[in-house]
C-alpha cells in the first residue's frame, strides 16, 4: 500500500481541526462533524494545489506546457519533481528546467505565471522513485539534515520558488 504524505494536505485538514469537532458522531450519517461555537465565522481559505510534472510536455498528441496552465485556477502549483542526490536537493532535469541564453527553462515559465496572479504559490516538489532510502538517511542525521535544507533553501531561492512540497512515498505491506 502506498502512503502519500503531502504537506498542503496536512495543513488543510489542520486548519479544518481548528473549527470543527470530529469526535461526534450522529446516527444518520456515517461521518458527523459539528461546527463549535467559538469558530462559527471562521472562514476556512481554500486552497486548489494544481501539479505540473515536467514530462508532461512530451505526451504524444497531449503536450501540456506551462504557459497551458490557468494562473487564476489553483492557488498552489507544485513542479514535479526536484530530487536528492548525495543529501542534496538538486533539479531532476537540469538541462530542462534551467534557463540558458535565449531558452527559457521549465522552472522560470512556471514561476512567470505569477505576473497573472500574484498571489499564486508556487512549490517545488520533491520526490521519486528512490526518495525513501534517501529521505530516511537525512532524517536519521542532523548533520545531514541541516546539509538538505540548506541546499533546498539555496534551490528555491534560486529559482523563485516560494517554498517545497515533500511528496513522499512509502511502501509496506499490510
Not at 498528441?61 to 542526490?85: G, M, Q, S, V, W
Not at 540558458?100 to 521549465?106: A, H, K, R, S
Request: aromatic share 14%; net charge positive; proline share 3%.
Amino acid at each position: 500500500m502506498k502512503i502519500n504524505i503531502l504537506f498542503s494536505v496536512f495543513l488543510t485538514l489542520f486548519e479544518y481541526s481548528k473549527c470543527f469537532d470530529f469526535s461526534s458522531y450522529d446516527q444518520n450519517s456515517k461521518y458527523s462533524i459539528l461546527q463549535k461555537q467559538s469558530f462559527a465565522n471562521y472562514q476556512i481559505p481554500k486552497k486548489v494545489v494544481c501539479y505540473y510534472s515536467s514530462w508532461s510536455r512530451n505526451r504524444p498528441n497531449a503536450a501540456f506546457n506551462p504557459e497551458d496552465i490557468d494562473p487564476n485556477l489553483c492557488t498552489h502549483i507544485n513542479y514535479a519533481f526536484a530530487k536528492i542526490r548525495y543529501g542534496q536537493l538538486i533539479p531532476m532535469e537540469i538541462y530542462l528546467e534551467e534557463t540558458y541564453g535565449y531558452n527559457i527553462g521549465l522552472y522560470q515559465r512556471v514561476i512567470n505565471l505569477k505576473r497573472h496572479n500574484p498571489k499564486l504559490k508556487v512549490l517545488l516538489s520533491i520526490g521519486s522513485h528512490d526518495l525513501t532510502g534517501e529521505l530516511k538517511r537525512i532524517i536519521s542525521n542532523k548533520s545531514k539534515r541541516h546539509h538538505f535544507i540548506r541546499s533546498a533553501i539555496d534551490l528555491i531561492t534560486k529559482y523563485g520558488f516560494d517554498g517545497i512540497d515533500l511528496n513522499f512515498d512509502e511502501k509496506k505491506n499490510y
